[in-house]
């Protein structure tokens, strides 16, 4: 099932025993689904192409600005102005032309959110506000796909995994409830680069783990990452049962 140039572009993950030719095939056959892309958006979009994811979906509605070059390192000047989702494609496109790349370039409403989560195989939340990241998570509830979430404002960052699959399993809701009315964004706050660089990477390596089937996943966990200190703290999540979003549902 994998081409002599495929064997090729990805013998250095193929050489891995935990990868082998059979997660090859697995990432091969793997769908995921982007939701911002952005800074945590373009690692990830960057990494799961690179290693041969076969189906990447890449949502956002929004344009390349200036000001995002500094940390979303898949758009370039030249893209300045271009939907993110067009950049995005055209550097994907050149970076490994063996997969295939589904645009979507308008907001996502409910109905179009739960159509798009049902198409594949895990989510990625690169988004940068409560709102949206509450959405994702219901639909990723309802449909039984699991969510790799991550999210970065000026010094810090934390990621986990949420996997409706797993009877264990807390959703995103069990963590964050009904979020915080002063919720922050980087454009107030501000973000350093590396830092969305380096949740967005762990967020791609937590994607391909599910996919090809290999290592242990952050579900159950929330990574925090102090970016000024170079510290990183790990807290254990479960599962709530009263939880308005996940408590009725069984893994």
Do not use: W
């Amino acid at each position: 099932m994998l081409t002599d140039q495929e064997l090729l572009r990805y013998s250095r993950q193929i050489l891995l025993g935990q990868v082998d030719i059979e997660g090859q095939i697995r990432l091969k056959a793997g769908r995921a689904l982007i939701i911002g892309l952005g800074g945590l958006g373009s690692p990830v979009a960057l990494y799961l192409a690179a290693a041969g994811v076969g189906q990447l979906h890449l949502a956002d509605f929004d344009s390349v600005d200036l000001t995002n070059l500094q940390r979303q390192v898949i758009h370039d000047t030249h893209s300045i102005g271009q939907p993110k989702v067009d950049s995005a494609m055209a550097r994907l496109a050149a970076i490994n032309p063996e997969i295939e790349l589904v645009a979507h370039r308008t907001a996502l409403d409910v109905d179009s959110l739960a159509a798009a989560v049902a198409a594949v195989d895990v989510v990625l939340d690169c988004s940068d506000n409560f709102a949206t990241r509450e959405a994702v998570n219901a639909a990723c509830v309802a449909a039984g796909k699991p969510l790799v979430s991550g999210a970065a404002i000026r010094l810090e960052g934390q990621l986990s995994v949420f996997d409706p699959r797993r009877a264990d399993s807390p959703c995103y809701h069990c963590l964050y409830g009904h979020g915080s009315e002063a919720e922050l964004t980087c454009s107030e706050a501000g973000v350093i680069g590396p830092l969305v660089g380096l949740v967005g990477s762990l967020q791609a390596l937590e994607a391909l783990k599910l996919l090809a089937g290999f290592g242990e996943s952050l579900v159950g966990r929330l990574l925090l990452i102090d970016a000024l200190g170079s510290r990183f703290r790990e807290l254990r999540v479960k599962r709530d049962p009263a939880c308005a979003v996940c408590g009725g549902i069984s893994g």
